[in-house]
């Protein structure tokens, strides 16, 4: 075995998942130890001749270059992939020993220890290290224990003589600095050899491997969206909840989630990305449509997962018609084009129905997005007012021509937001607006009480909750000249 400095993105990324498993451990261990500290009782594991062992200030040393051992993992783990069952195999013997910690709680026989002289400092730092009240199984040894496995396994004859000792003399200075009772270094040595075994199997498997790189890049990109804007960390909160009772099963809903955000990111220009999002939109349908992902990039990835786990090929088919309809607005933002109210009208219902019908579909429930035109017609009532403030600065026109000209005609540019919200015609427009998603929400509260009994109408439900708190507190706040309305003139008859 030899020892290397990785290159530096593998070691950005090994590197922070030792930092990871040290904050996990401090929470485990330190939490267990804490409430540990409430008892009033713990059991004897000392045996009678543990008396006779000395007390060695010096083994201190050894015991603290635990640290330096689970370090030297950086240097022989080269990649990630190399790192996860060794982090993993700690995390489950963390766990594990905090468990035990507070189930079977340990009363120390050792007399009471008081050092000075040279080796006071590293004994203070051994002991603090430690914490109070966590024995059985020691974890120092269990650590050591493993990385001797771990390290050893990667080399020769030699490397497993070297790192064998190494745990050996740290298991030996638990004892020798009174830390732990032998029963202890029996227990994290066995915990060490079960969970290495149990681990290193299955987590060095290429499929979990890659599956943990897929969720670590839907974790990334949701943490990116929600960056942007907070609804995004309530997505993400609300997406890993419906996730965790069938984790496996619902990967095509993150990974799907993740993916058309990211399209729509690109092509709105929230993501910068060298070249034209279009060519880069094109290229990626190519690889959807034909199946071939040439590439291992985050969309490429998120794409091909979501792909297959739709399974449906029609579903397939609507997920590539999704990603058409959102070019659509590059090619609208690239060539300033000014639609009529009922072509924007039909462009947003095509976006929904597709969105909402692959999130259902994704679901496993039975309602589709047809069963609720007037939820998809609010949905894009909901988005046109949203983020009419952040299109308008993209040169994204979601406000129908027939306005623009008006407000053109008053003298005002209708693509500066404050100008369009302070014209009379925007200002009627987004009147009109407000009054017409009442009806829609009206409408679809009939369409869903209708549905009543299916499965999915609770989810269509909640999005009918969200867009009513929209209508009827937010945008108010928004643009105060809603809760005026009997001020504001009349959108003339016939107007979008």
Not at 74 to 94: K, S, Y
Not at 136 to 160: D, E, N
Request: with cysteine; glycine share 8%.
């Amino acid at each position: 075995m030899s020892f290397g400095w990785p290159r530096r993105g593998e070691l950005v990324l090994t590197g922070a998942m030792a930092l990871g498993f040290a904050f996990f451990f401090l929470l485990v261990y330190g939490g267990a130890s804490a409430v540990t500290g409430f008892y009033t009782w713990g059991i004897r594991v000392d045996l009678p001749f543990e008396r006779h062992i000395p007390f060695v200030p010096a083994w201190a040393a050894v015991y603290v270059s635990m640290d330096v051992l689970l370090m030297l993992s950086l240097l022989v783990f080269r990649t990630w992939r190399e790192m996860v069952p060794f982090v993993l195999t700690l995390c489950l013997q963390t766990v594990v020993g905090a468990a035990c910690f507070l189930v079977l709680p340990v009363e120390v026989a050792w007399p009471p220890r008081e050092v000075s002289g040279s080796w006071a400092s590293v004994f203070f730092l051994a002991d603090t290290m430690n914490l109070e009240r966590n024995y059985l199984p020691s974890l120092h040894v269990a650590f050591a224990c493993t990385a001797a496995l771990a390290y050893g396994g990667r080399g020769g004859w030699l490397a497993r003589s070297l790192f064998g000792l190494w745990a050996a003399a740290i298991a030996a200075s638990t004892l020798l600095i009174h830390e732990h009772h032998l029963a202890d270094v029996v227990a994290g040595a066995l915990l060490a050899w079960g969970t290495w075994r149990f681990v290193e199997a299955r987590a060095s498997r290429p499929d979990f491997l890659e599956a943990l790189r897929v969720e670590a890049l839907c974790a990334r990109e949701l943490y990116r969206f929600s960056r942007r804007h907070p609804r995004y960390l309530l997505i993400a909160l609300g997406l890993y909840r419906y996730s965790l009772p069938r984790w496996r099963a619902t990967r095509v809903a993150r990974t799907g989630f993740c993916f058309l955000q990211l399209v729509d990111d690109v092509l709105d220009g929230d993501r910068p990305i060298p070249g034209e999002p279009l060519e880069w939109v094109d290229a990626l349908l190519v690889q959807m449509e034909t199946g071939h992902w040439s590439g291992t990039d985050v969309a490429s990835t998120l794409g091909r997962e979501f792909l297959a786990g739709l399974g449906d090929e029609s579903a397939r088919a609507d997920a590539m018609r999704l990603v058409r309809v959102m070019r659509r607005d590059r090619e609208r933002v690239l060539h300033r084009q000014e639609l009529e109210a009922e072509a924007l009208r039909t462009h947003h219902r095509d976006t929904f129905r597709l969105s909402v019908g692959m999130m259902l579909h994704v679901a496993g429930v039975g309602v589709r997005a047809s069963d609720a035109p007037s939820l998809l017609d609010a949905f894009g009532w909901c988005s046109t007012l949203r983020d009419l403030h952040e299109d308008l600065r993209k040169g994204l026109l979601n406000v129908p021509a027939e306005v623009l000209q008006a407000v053109r005609a008053e003298g005002l540019d209708p693509l500066r937001y404050e100008d369009l919200v302070g014209s009379a015609a925007g200002r009627a427009w987004v009147v009109a607006e407000h009054g017409r998603a009442r009806a829609l929400l009206d409408q679809s509260a009939v369409e869903l009480a209708g549905l009543e009994g299916r499965s999915g109408v609770a989810l269509l439900r909640l999005f009918h909750r969200s867009i009513e708190g929209f209508w009827a507190k937010r945008l108010p706040r928004k643009l105060p000249f809603l809760r005026e309305t009997a001020a504001v003139s009349s959108w003339p008859s016939g107007a979008p």
